[in-house]
């Protein structure tokens, strides 16, 4: 099974506008870290946020926020009005924190963001 | 403001041959990655590295596969005898401590085996 799903391979927003990518994640450990990377053009990957899971609020990191449902194992990103620069492939990924300190990150497939002037 | 850089951008091989992919990681970090990304595909962890040792590796980190911290500041990934599917983005990354909130990743050396 996945432990990263992102089921939306391509997105497009209009610019100024918000815009929200999922992503669902499985996992039986209590202790866990979700990301979010941006991967523009130039291929380089660009962390954007970090949720932790015993945080009790959403993490926020500007006009990026991540909506963590914890219940539903989702940590969707939400980015707030869409800049032509936001375009781009974002990936989600899962630290899962097990006894013993195995923190190899699973990567979901990606979901491109194409923002319309 | 500090970054990870990777050299080369890009590098064209033959298949057999041995390439050496090198990264300098954030000075005061002292974890180590590398990660690749099949073109089109997800990016997929490949082996971590602290205290002049691997702390965990995946299964695509066979053999073929071995890393290096030549000196304090280099850290490199050689693939011995490379295979068309080594062809990838291979992504160095650094973070300061074991359970990081967030990797600094490099820009990348795009490997291409013909």
């Known amino acids: 099974a996945q432990k990263i799903t992102q089921t939306q391979p391509g997105m497009f927003v209009q610019e100024k506008e918000a815009v929200t990518l999922d992503c669902t994640y499985d996992?039986?450990?209590?202790?866990?870290?979700l990301f979010w990377y941006k991967q523009p053009s130039s291929g380089e990957m660009i962390f954007l946020i970090y949720?932790?899971?015993?945080?009790?609020q959403n993490a926020t990191e500007g006009r990026y926020s991540l909506n963590f449902q914890k219940a539903r194992k989702s940590a969707n990103l939400v980015i707030s009005a869409s800049q032509l620069g936001d375009s781009a492939m974002y990936f989600c990924?899962?630290?899962?924190?097990?006894?013993?300190?195995?923190?190899?990150?699973?990567f979901g497939r990606g979901t491109s963001l194409i923002v319309h002037p | 403001e500090p970054e990870v850089t990777q050299t080369p951008s890009h590098q064209v091989t033959q298949m057999g041959q041995e390439v050496i992919l090198r990264c300098v990681p954030i000075?005061?970090?002292?974890?180590f990655y590398w990660y690749r990304q099949i073109l089109g595909q997800k990016v997929e962890f490949l082996v971590s590295?602290?205290?002049?040792?691997?702390?965990?590796k995946s299964e695509i980190f066979d053999d073929q596969f071995s890393v290096e911290r030549p000196d304090g500041s280099n850290f490199t990934l050689k693939i011995r005898s490379t295979k068309l599917e080594d062809s990838a983005m291979y992504f160095c990354?650094?973070?300061?401590?074991?359970?990081?909130?967030?990797?600094?990743f490099g820009p990348g050396t795009r490997l291409t085996v013909t």
């Open positions: 990354a650094s973070s300061e401590n074991a359970r990081p909130l967030e990797q600094y």
């Open positions: 996992t039986s450990d209590q202790s866990y870290g």
């Open positions: 949720q932790g899971s015993y945080d009790e």
């Open positions: 990924a899962m630290r899962e924190g097990q006894v013993g300190g195995s923190y190899i990150p699973t």
């Open positions: 000075s005061n970090h002292l974890y």
């Open positions: 590295f602290y205290n002049n040792e691997i702390s965990e």
